[in-house]
């Protein structure tokens, strides 16, 4: 069974950084593309940055280039996010992705899904 958990949402104030990690299991791990997305209230979902499976091409929304990095760690499962100069508008629930088609910025492209991680942003 695949499961994708999220971790390291919180509550932090405009300017700062958070640091978001999605573990994956039940997968061939270096197999798979992985994803970010978020979704606000009342939105839909929408990308943030991808990875490939080798970790050697990113992709990122123009809304958080320069101020986010996403990373993996093949040996360890795992796909970081570095966010840093949050503002308001990043608020959102944030959800890790994981696609055998190659670095995808479409949700409908990804084939599993982590349940999510709460990300506030206070003015």
């Known amino acids: 069974q695949v499961q994708l958990v999220e971790s390291g949402g919180g509550l932090v104030q405009a300017g700062g950084s958070l640091r978001l990690s999605c573990a994956a299991s039940?997968?061939?791990?270096?197999?798979?593309?992985m994803g970010w997305f978020r979704q606000a209230p009342g939105k839909e979902r929408e990308f943030v940055a991808a990875?490939?499976?080798?970790?050697?091409?990113?992709a990122y929304a123009d809304s958080v280039k320069g101020r986010f990095t996403i990373s993996r760690d093949n040996a360890k499962n795992t796909v970081d996010l570095q966010m840093n100069s949050l503002k308001p508008e990043d608020t959102a629930v944030y959800y890790c992705?994981?696609?055998?088609?190659?670095?995808?910025?479409?949700?409908?492209?990804?084939?599993?899904w982590g349940q999510g991680t709460q990300v506030t942003v206070s003015s």
């Open positions: 990875i490939s499976w080798s970790g050697g091409f990113t």
């Open positions: 039940g997968l061939t791990y270096s197999r798979y593309a």
């Open positions: 992705a994981a696609t055998s088609s190659g670095t995808r910025r479409r949700a409908n492209e990804y084939d599993y």
